[in-house]
């Protein structure tokens, strides 16, 4: 996948992300993801075939290290010289929290 494709799958699941923070998913059509990504419905759908298929693609993005079948060694987890990689995953962890918060409203967990 190339920049392009890579900057606009994530400006699709950042929409979703923000969706779910306000809304269930069922509640969620794929023109209000369209508007929030700023993108437009072909280009939607050039990389999802539907809004399921987009969750369970961010699904497995998010949790692909969990059920790898290789896990890899990680790296060191010192921070200390590098601010704003631990600054990046602040943020992401921000991010996920949200995401998983809708999935689990989704879901009617919480």
């Known amino acids: 996948m ?3 494709q890579q900057k606009t799958r994530t400006a699709i699941y950042d929409a979703l992300t923000k969706l779910l ?3 269930r998913f069922e509640d969620i059509t794929v023109q209000e993801i369209i508007d929030e990504a ?3 419905r072909s280009t939607f759908y050039s990389h999802f075939e539907t809004k399921d298929q ?3 693609q ?3 993005e998010m949790f692909s290290h969990v059920f790898s079948e290789s896990l890899m060694p990680e790296k060191s ?3 200390s010289a ?3 990689e631990m600054k990046a995953l602040l943020e992401r962890k921000s991010s996920l929290r949200a995401t ?3 999935i689990l409203k989704m879901h009617s967990v919480i």
Do not use: A, T
């Open 58 to 60: 961010m699904c497995d």
């Open 54 to 56: 987009l969750l369970e």
């Open 100 to 102: 998983f918060r809708g």
């Open 77 to 79: 987890h010192d921070f």
């Open 21 to 23: 923070r306000k809304r």
């Open 38 to 40: 700023n993108i437009g």
């Open 82 to 84: 590098n601010h704003e």
């Open 2 to 4: 190339d920049r392009r």
